[in-house]
């Protein structure tokens, strides 16, 4: 069985901080994501607030764009099949709701969010160079989910070059170059502003090592571009140093983004947890994913203090979207986060251990893995996996 089902214990977050809007071009209110509609919701012992086990939670449902529908209708079929019960709230954002209301963020969707607390989501399509501005940004920064988390560890049965790769990439989420704060200086010459600040430095920083506290993990290492960026990565440093303190247990290390793209391609092992940036995490989150078999398989949690989005690293993969090639795989694993941050972790662990087990045995592997299997297929293999687990 995959390691993963030892990683998601829990978050980790314990910090409080308030959300906020701003700066993205789409609304400036303030939201704070809160109780979901039905049932009570208790506070687990790592801070993070979560749907009460014994009622339905509530859960808002994004399809998204591109491949979404068909991964995310994947990842609630398997859902079900756990037997986990979930009131999902369908609310429409993107391209998809571009479309049909007008708007890519409709208030519905602010308002489903800040009522619920919990979503599971697709990809949302983001144009390159033009058009409105990322609305995944936007809603990481709009209900203030500061910590992405990622994790990747390799699965039997899917051959790469590395057999045994197990990183958890923490990324800071809501500043850096994602400020989207760019301006034309004169004619040919443009501006991107790159803001870090300690606050959201030291607690990305906090929100690593609680994880690796809490999940047992050996070490955290800072990966930056501090020789060039003195100031801002200079200040990210220098917040991961202060914050490292206080968990004398953990190791903690620290390198230059460029050479630990090198050593992550030749022995990612040697990495553990990776304290990122902004722009760094998702570079590097891409590339760790090429490490395990591709971004088929890798999922993705946005946590604040509040709530959390759960969502894959993949994007809309619009080359093969509407043909039941895309591999549901990192949905469903995305959605396995969410059930054990909604206090199903029993659930949660047998999804992994079916999905586990349809990789190792090799017979229904999507394209992407050098397979035949459809989208549909492979998330009919997770489901009969469970049921025979069950028998
Ligand atoms: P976007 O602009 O939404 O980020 P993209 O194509 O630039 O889209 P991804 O969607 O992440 O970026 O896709 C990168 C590559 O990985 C594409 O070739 C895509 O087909 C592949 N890919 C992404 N997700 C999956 C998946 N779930 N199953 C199979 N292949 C995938």
């Not at 506290?213 to 990210?236: C, E, P, Q, W, Y």
């Not at 959605?335 to 079916?354: H, Q, V």
């Not at 592997?365 to 997770?382: H, N, P, Q, W, Y």
Request: proline share 3%.
């Amino acid at each position: 069985m995959s390691s993963l089902s030892k990683q998601h214990r829990n978050t980790g977050i314990t910090l409080n901080s308030r959300a906020h809007g701003g700066a993205n071009g789409f609304s400036k209110s303030s939201r704070t994501i809160s109780t979901a509609r039905r049932g009570k919701r208790a506070v687990k012992s790592n801070g993070l607030s979560a749907a009460h086990v014994d009622a339905i939670p509530v859960v808002t449902l994004i399809l998204g764009d591109g491949v979404g529908p068909e991964v995310i209708g994947a990842a609630v079929e398997v859902i079900k099949a756990a037997g986990v019960k979930i009131d999902w709230d369908r609310q429409a954002a993107g391209a998809g709701a571009l479309k049909r209301y007008g708007n890519p963020v409709p208030d519905d969707l602010l308002e489903s969010l800040t009522r619920t607390g919990v979503a599971l989501k697709g990809p949302l399509e983001t144009r390159v160079g033009v058009g409105y501005r990322s609305i995944n940004v936007y809603l990481r920064k709009t209900f203030d989910l500061y910590a992405n988390l990622r994790p990747t560890v390799s699965f039997k049965g899917v051959h790469t070059p590395f057999r045994d790769v197990d990183l958890i990439v923490v990324r800071e989420n809501t500043e850096d170059l994602y400020s989207g704060i760019e301006h034309e200086v004169a004619p040919g010459v443009v501006e991107s502003i790159k803001i870090i600040t300690a606050r959201a430095s030291k607690r990305i920083a906090r929100f690593a090592f609680e994880y690796a506290r809490r999940n047992r993990r050996k070490s955290v290492t800072a990966i930056h571009k501090a020789n060039i960026m003195k100031l801002s990565d200079g200040l990210f440093l220098e917040c991961a140093r202060s914050v490292a303190k206080g968990y004398p247990e953990i190791r903690y290390q620290e390198q230059i983004v460029d050479a630990a793209c090198m050593r992550l391609v030749t022995n990612p092992s040697s990495f553990d947890i990776l304290l990122l940036e902004n722009l760094y995490g998702d570079i590097v989150s891409d590339l760790c994913a090429g490490l395990i078999g591709g971004l088929g398989l890798v999922p993705g949690a946005n946590y604040g203090d509040k709530g959390a989005i759960f969502e894959a690293v993949h994007g809309t993969a619009p080359d093969i979207a509407g043909k039941n090639l895309a591999n549901p795989i990192a949905a469903i694993l995305s959605a396995a986060m969410m059930l054990e941050y909604l206090g199903r972790s029993a659930a949660a662990r047998k999804i992994r251990a079916a999905i586990a087990a349809v990789l190792r045995s090799g017979r229904v592997l999507t394209r992407d893995l050098g397979g035949e299997a459809s989208t549909l297929e492979m998330t009919e293999a997770v489901v009969q996996a469970m049921r025979r687990s069950r028998s």
